[in-house]
C-alpha cells in the first residue's frame, strides 16, 4: 500500500527566500507524481505532473525533481511570495492515476 | 474550458438524512473521480469513471455510498443514512485519457458537508 509523507509539515518563510519541500512515497512502481497546491477552502491546483521517466519539471518559479528508485520528490520554490501561501500537495499516481496524497506541507511567506 | 464544477459548495444536514452531490467535469475529459478530504489531510480516493463505467471503488465507499455517471458527462455522489463521521469536503476531478499529459487531474472546488 502506498503511504506518502511530507516534510515539513509547517514552514514561514520571508518574502524572497528560495524553498524546498520534500515528499516521500514508499511504493516506486508508479507511472507519475504531481504537486498541487491548495488554498484554505478551496479544492487543488495541478502545479507540476512528473513522468515516471523523467527526473525533473519546471514551471516558472517552480521546479520539482523525481527520484523514483528512492521514493523521493522535490518542490523547490524560487523567490518566494505572499501569494505563494498555501498548502502543497504531493501524489504519486497508479495506471489508473488513483493518486494517492500526503498530509501536505502549509507554507506562509511573510512580507 | 470552464473547469470542474461542483454543486452545491456547502451542505448541511442531519444525521440520518440523505445527500446527494453533483460534478461536472470539464466537457471532453473521459475520467471522472471522486476524493474525499477532512481536515489537515490530504484527499482519499473514493471511486472513479471512465465514461459511464465505474472501474474502482475504494474500501472507504461503503454501501451507504453510491456514485454514477449515466451519461459519461456529470457524475452524482449519493450518501444514505448520514453520520457525523461523513462530514468532510468532497472533490470531484477529471482528466482525458489519450491525450498529452493526460494524466493531469483538474480538481473542482469541492462540496463541504456537514452533518449535524
Known amino acids: 500500500k502506498q503511504e506518502v509523507t511530507q516534510i515539513p509539515a509547517a514552514l514561514s518563510v520571508p518574502e524572497g527566500e528560495n524553498l524546498v519541500l520534500n515528499c516521500s512515497f514508499t511504493?516506486?512502481?508508479?507511472?507519475?507524481l504531481q504537486w498541487f497546491r491548495q488554498d484554505p477552502g478551496k479544492g487543488l491546483t495541478s502545479l507540476l505532473l512528473i513522468q515516471s521517466s523523467q527526473r525533473e519539471q519546471t514551471s516558472g518559479r517552480l521546479n520539482a525533481s523525481l527520484d523514483k528508485s528512492s521514493g523521493r520528490s522535490t518542490l523547490y520554490i524560487a523567490a518566494s511570495q505572499p501569494g505563494d501561501s498555501a498548502t502543497y500537495l504531493c501524489?504519486?499516481?497508479?495506471?489508473?492515476?488513483?493518486?494517492?496524497f500526503g498530509t501536505g506541507t502549509l507554507l506562509a511567506v511573510q512580507p | 474550458d470552464t473547469g470542474v464544477s461542483q454543486d452545491p459548495r456547502h451542505k448541511i444536514t442531519k444525521r440520518g438524512q440523505n445527500v446527494t452531490f453533483r460534478c461536472d467535469p470539464i466537457?471532453?475529459?473521459?475520467?471522472l473521480y471522486w476524493y474525499r478530504q477532512t481536515l489537515g489531510q490530504g484527499p482519499e480516493f473514493l471511486t472513479y469513471?471512465?465514461?459511464?463505467?465505474?472501474?474502482?471503488k475504494s474500501r472507504l465507499l461503503s454501501d451507504r455510498f453510491s456514485a454514477e455517471r449515466p451519461k459519461g458527462s456529470f457524475s452524482t455522489l449519493e450518501i444514505q443514512r448520514t453520520e457525523q463521521g461523513d462530514s468532510a469536503m468532497y472533490l470531484c476531478?477529471?482528466?482525458?485519457?489519450?491525450?498529452?499529459?493526460?494524466?493531469?487531474?483538474?480538481f473542482g472546488s469541492g462540496t463541504q458537508l456537514s452533518v449535524l
Open positions: 466537457s471532453e475529459h473521459n475520467r
Open positions: 511504493d516506486s512502481a508508479i507511472y507519475n
Open positions: 469513471f471512465q465514461n459511464e463505467a465505474q472501474l474502482e
Open positions: 501524489a504519486p499516481g497508479g495506471a489508473t492515476n488513483k493518486l494517492i
Open positions: 476531478a477529471s482528466s482525458l485519457v489519450g491525450r498529452e499529459n493526460a494524466e493531469k487531474l483538474f
